[in-house]
């Protein structure tokens, strides 16, 4: 046993002192872990993508395999550790080497160290990165229960950085240098489609057409005709993606900048929500809103568009929104409220970058940087499918880094025996009743499709 010289900086009531050693033996601190392989088995995500990555290493050589690598990276991530920088201390994590598929109390079996992770993520080429994402987008499919409509959700965000990784650029919209990634969600399951990592000093809109093309392209591939609605803000907006939904039966509701001729337009609508605030009868704080549509058709437009207008003003004055759609039916105030429900991606985003640490992006190869963003994707879906069973159990809905704290980062010894092994974890875990639950629930086999 290690001799205890870390003094804990609490009295205690006999005036006794408390010292700490780190001797435990096959302890961990994320016991929960465990959860995340479950789900990763039902999705078969990993296992999936694993044989894609190129593998130049002497087959006799290889002590970690690239199923194992993936695991690995992908469940560190989920766990809090976004970088490899933790790999080698926790390599011989009894939890992390039992998700991961090897024996918890051999040293033999330990998993990768730092280095060999950052040449796992180096390994990759573009060539395998683009089959990794098609991969990716077809696992979406295959596990995505037919819906009435699919509805898409994209968005780009900016991912700062500070060092000097390959493609970062300054960028005076966000005031700093970074990678500017483009997503695409499932609306209706939250579950994110795409993470295409973009050079810093590109638009919104570069490659987004493509992107929808492909995921479109994937849908119908797996259901003829299935109606799609793709929704996104004004920096979206694009006259060669309206015209391409329109040639491919897309709906599309998409923000629209303001400019004088809008304003001109929707003249009427302002007027009607200042007078509705300075007739005073609305409550405390609240704004005088007006809404309406027109037909506009911009200069680089080939033909007029229908074009929803929404007035606000109040104490700090008027303010002006538009969405461009062709869809039709539904009035222009539920119109409106229809397009400001893709606020919920934001979420989505939160989950991605604040619980997922998305943003972490450090290599110096943009390559390896993209394979990272697609690790993230990977960790967001397999918390994305245990969060979705916290749902179904307790009807409450958890963000990601909900998950970790509760389920995920549970301390756990773990006791060989015979014939099992035990996982002892402690009596005072305020979320025992709700971690056997999901254990109980991940333990069912799934149910037939």
Known sequence: MQ????????????GKKVYAAFDTGELTTDAGIAFIRSVDEQLGLTADLAPLLPDPRNPLLVQH??????RQRVYSIVAGYEDTNDATKLRSDPAFKLAAGRAPFDSRSDLASQPSLCRFEHRITPQSLALMQMTYVESWLAHRARPKKMLLDMDSTWDETHGGQQLTFFNGHYGSYGYHPLLVF?????????????????????????????VVESIRDKWPGMPILFRADGGFAAPDIYEWCEANAVDYVIGLPINKALERLSAGCLAAAKAEFYAGKLPAGAVGKAFTEFRYKA??????????????????????????????GRTPRKMYEFYCERGQSENMIKNLKNALFADRLSCSDFLANAFRLLLHAVAYRLCLALAKRVEALTGEVWQFDTIRLR????????VEQARRIVLHLPAAFPFAKLWAKVSADLNRPPLPA
Do not use: C, M
Not at 196 to 210: I, K, M, Q, Y
């Open 3 to 14: 001799d205890p010289t870390t003094l804990f900086p609490v009295p205690t009531p006999t």
């Open 65 to 70: 395999q690239h199923l194992d690598l993936l």
């Open 186 to 214: 499932d609306a209706e399951t939250s579950d994110l489609i795409v993470a295409h990592l973009r050079p810093g000093n590109v638009g919104a809109a570069e490659g987004a057409l493509a992107l929808l093309e492909g």
């Open 299 to 328: 200069k680089s437009w080939k033909e007029d568009r229908r074009v929803i207008a929404k007035a606000e003003h109040g104490g700090l004055g008027p303010n002006q929104r538009y969405v461009v759609t062709n869809l039709k």
């Open 407 to 414: 389920l995920i980062k549970v301390a756990g010894l773990f």
